[in-house]
């Protein structure tokens, strides 16, 4: 199966049972296979008018208690921002799928890229935290889908999976174990008790969900408002709410990150990568290993938020950070910050369509 293919497998394992997207090169094919298996379990699943509506579609059926997922890449990613903010700030748990391929714009809609690194993390207004997975391989689509599913109800926010065009229309033979029961059901309020949407002792907790059409009444709003969903100007109150929505990912960073750690002792170099480079990261490694190098290798899967703890371990006693990514060092910013003036971070881009190879890391990384 191919990238979209195992992304569709595991919405369905994970129990989406809420599809809206519009057809979009290269994701169109999760529209098309979840479009055949869901209503075979029950789901529903929506072409909507353009990519704007798609995700207002996947927030209503979230909220009204369905299990949703959307699907997009590049201009349908831009318009999804407003709506974005909507769900950080009604704390919507839905999962969006990034199948990135070159811009700006249109750009090369057939041809791949990692060029959303950042625009996942900031691209709608306010600056609040969101969660975003990247898999390397074509299994890796099946089981971070899965934990995207995870994430989202656990958090109570979107979760993006940033995929590429290379990985998700690339066939590949694997072994791949189904998941069964994955995600767990969702912590609703008790009927017949008063419910507050931010009823909240801590402000890292997440409030349970009351469904639309369900026992309470219920305010969902866009605009910041109080623990009853009224809409305020109270700083307290304000304050309070901000922070929730910052703690509740930040306090948990642990618990969120994801990273494969190949660290060799006495290693001084380190090539850290994520996504589709990461893969010529592994075969790079093997080739300078062979040639009686020193160096370690950490793969990302959880972007955002920056999974410090694991990167800062890794970069104990390396003298060179090795950073490839297809675009022009997106997530190389990220890393410079976290390490020490002694160390030196270079970055291996390629915009021209074309994958970085293994050679291309071991040349410009000063391991040829």
Known sequence: MDGNQAVALGALDAGCDFFAGYPITPATEILLHLSRGLPEVGGLVIQGEDEIASLGFCIGAAMSGRRAMTATSGPGISLYSENIGLAIMGEVPLVIVDVQRMGPATGAATTGAQGDTQFLRWGTSGGYPVIVLAPTTVKECYQLTLKAFQLAERFRVPVFLATDKETAQTKTSLELKRAEDAVPDRITAPPGE?????????????????????????????SSHDKKGYLTKDPKALNRLNRHLWDKIERHKKEISLVEADLEQGAEHLILSYGISARSARAALQKARSAGKQVSLL??????????????????????????????????????????????????????????????????????
Not at 203 to 208: A, C, T
Not at 328 to 354: K, P
């Open 194 to 222: 008063p419910f507050y949407p931010l009823g909240l002792e801590e402000l890292d907790q997440i409030p349970p969900m009351s469904p639309f059409g369900g026992p309470h009444i219920l305010r969902f709003t866009t």
């Open 299 to 368: 793969t990302v899967h959880s972007l955002w938020p920056v999974p410090e703890t694991a990167i800062q371990k890794a970069l104990q006693g390396i003298r060179t950070v090795i950073v490839p990514e297809l675009n022009f060092g997106q997530y190389t910013r990220e890393i410079e910050r976290l390490t020490e003036d002694a160390q030196q971070v270079i970055g291996v881009h390629r915009v021209d369509g074309g994958l970085i190879s293994p050679d291309q890391i071991l040349e410009e990384g000063g391991l040829a």
